[in-house]
């Protein structure tokens, strides 16, 4: 059984940095897309950030783009979203997310694995 468990959330003062942790147990993330959404009350789930299924390619959403950061440690099977200069904007709920599929990990309709979420809370 494929579980992501994600770490890491909590309250921030805008202009501070989190780093969120995805640890994936029952399937490796060396050979699967892995990603990070968000949804914020009231919105629809939106993507932030995709490692490629290699580790070769990053991609983000222009509004996190410069300040967050994907990246994973294979040994530890755990994909990492280095968050900084937080924004009350950035405030929602963090999925880790996993794709089987070899495209890119970009709308939710991809994703074949979710974690459970993790709340995090700018404030400014």
């Known amino acids: 059984q494929v579980q992501l468990v994600e770490s890491g959330g909590g309250l921030v003062q805008a202009g501070g940095s989190l780093r969120l942790a995805c640890e994936a147990s029952?399937?490796?993330?060396?050979?699967?897309?892995m990603g990070w959404f968000r949804q914020a009350p009231g919105k629809e789930r939106e993507f932030v950030a995709t490692i490629s299924w290699n580790g070769y390619v990053t991609y983000y959403a222009d509004s996190v783009r410069g300040r967050f950061t994907i990246s994973r440690d294979t040994a530890k099977n755990t994909v990492y979203l280095q968050m900084n200069d937080l924004k009350p904007e950035d405030t929602a709920v963090y999925y880790c997310?996993?794709?089987?599929?070899?495209?890119?990990?970009?709308?939710?309709?991809?994703?074949?694995?979710w974690g459970k979420g993790t709340l995090i809370t700018v404030s400014s």
């Open positions: 029952g399937r490796t993330i060396s050979n699967v897309n």
């Open positions: 997310a996993l794709g089987l599929q070899r495209i890119g990990l970009i709308t939710t309709s991809r994703v074949d694995y």
